[in-house]
Each structure stands twice: as structure tokens, then as C-alpha cells.
């Protein structure tokens, strides 16, 4: 009788400590997630004033300026791409992929025009899908802080981002 208790007592014991590091595990990831939604939104958020450069282009904006927009976009581009990766491996959920796949187009096209010698005639030619772009991501941000970020949002700038040309 005294073995069985032992044996029982053992298992309660044993079960209370997986259960205790499941439970931590399951806090970790949550919070790694949150983290990178944070990231994610931000993100989100600096990429919806790409209109901006229509703007600065009517406005005969230097070309050191307009290099530095840029980089700064390909810096916000590549900070959606890497923490939507991970949401989508830590979620699954398909609409993170198609969110790194455009982010990954948009930081490649940023870096190209940050390099070019001219600058202007790269974003003059890109300027309307720029702007489509913007409206694109400000969209997909509000959605993001509401937890309804779709598919058919992700798919729109997945096929925007596959138009830029350089």
C-alpha cells in the first residue's frame, strides 16, 4: 500500500511539473507573440505614408532626401517581413506569409532605389502603386490592431508589391 502511495505521489508530482513548464512555455510563446504583433503594427504604421513621396516628388525634393525616405522604408520593410515570418511560424496563419512576402518585395525595392543614382525616376515610375501601397498598408494596420488582418488584404499587397519595377 505504502509502494502504491509512493508511485502515486511520485506521478502527481512529476505530471505538476510538466504541467508547470507547459504552462510557462505557453506564457513565452504568448509573449513573443505580442512582441511581434507590437512589431508588426509599428511597422505597418511606417509603411502607410508612402504617399508621401508623390508629394515629395511634385515638390522637386532633393535626391538625398528622397534616399533617405527610402531607406527608411526599406528599415520598416524589412522590420514587417522578419516579425511577420515568425508570427507565421508561430501561428500559421497564411496571411503573415503573404504580409512577409510583400514586405520582402518592398524592402528589395526600397534598397534599390536608396543605391540608385537617381532615385526620382525610380519612385516617379512606381509613384501610383506607392501610393495604392500606402492606402494598402494604413488599411492592413487598422486591421492589425483589431485582430482582422485577411488574406484578401495580404493578397492585395502581396500583387501590389509584384508590380514595383526597377
Known sequence: MKRLLAVILALLLVSTFFGYAYHRKSVEVKDSESALLSISASSLFCLSDMGAFKTAIEYNASASLLKERAGRYAYCALALSEAS???????????????????????????????????????????????????????????????SLSGSQTDRLVNLTKGLSW
Open 85 to 147: 515570418e515568425s508570427l507565421y511560424e508561430l501561428t500559421g496563419d497564411e496571411s503573415y506569409r503573404n504580409l512577409h512576402v510583400a514586405a520582402s518585395n518592398l524592402a528589395v525595392f526600397f534598397s534599390h532605389v536608396r543605391n540608385s543614382g537617381e532615385p526620382r525616376g525610380l519612385l516617379l515610375k512606381n509613384v501610383d502603386a506607392l501610393v495604392a501601397l500606402g492606402s494598402s498598408f494604413s488599411e492592413a494596420y487598422k486591421a492589425e490592431l483589431k485582430g
